[in-house]
């Protein structure tokens, strides 16, 4: 079996998204919504969008951090990072609440590159969660996070809301100064 993943040569850089990048990142999130309904049930509303009704709470809200990924001069997606767990209910554990890069950067070492400048702006413990039927996704997390600790974790299973969940649990270390 041959690996189609190759490694960008573009330069990969995750900026803190300011609140008038409110509008772009809600663009973005509607594609990412349009790929993520293929898992779990998303209804259009009246306007032809998904929506995000709690898109304004990353700069509301401590503990929130809104980023936007670029490859080169190109915008390449986005993250959502915010304090606490989701799954397991740590207070002190990072979770990566969304995360998104575009169709046409996947499988370049975008979002490996992208996630990993994520998880150094964060030192502690994370939480990446995964569904159960977004196999291209768990794949990527696991190749992401082992390429990012240069080992293998196997992720635990949980169920919440007849959900079923990967979660990979791990720490981050500072980046290098």
């Not at 509008?23 to 594609?31: I, M, Q, S």
Request: proline content about 6%; glycine content about 10%.
């Amino acid at each position: 079996m041959t690996n189609s993943r190759t490694t960008s040569s573009l330069e990969v850089k995750v900026f803190a998204a300011p609140p008038e990048q409110e509008p772009v990142l809600a663009n973005l999130f509607e594609l990412y919504s349009h790929d993520f309904s293929e898992f779990v049930e998303l209804t259009l509303g009246p306007d032809g969008r998904f929506g995000y009704e709690h898109l304004h709470t990353y700069w509301e809200e401590p503990g929130r951090h809104p980023f936007i990924i670029k490859a080169g001069e190109c915008l390449a997606g986005f993250a959502f990072v915010h304090r606490g767990s989701e799954l397991s209910g740590g207070a002190d554990v990072w979770d990566m609440a969304e995360f998104f890069v575009v169709r046409g950067l996947r499988r370049q070492g975008v979002g490996t590159a992208a996630a990993r400048e994520v998880w150094r702006k964060f030192p502690g413990s994370w939480e990446v969660r995964v569904l159960d039927r977004n196999r291209k996704a768990k794949e990527f997390w696991r190749r992401a996070v082992e390429e990012f600790l240069g080992e293998t974790i196997e992720p635990v299973q949980l169920d919440k809301g007849g959900q079923v969940w990967h979660v990979f649990a791990f720490e981050s270390s500072p980046a290098p100064a």
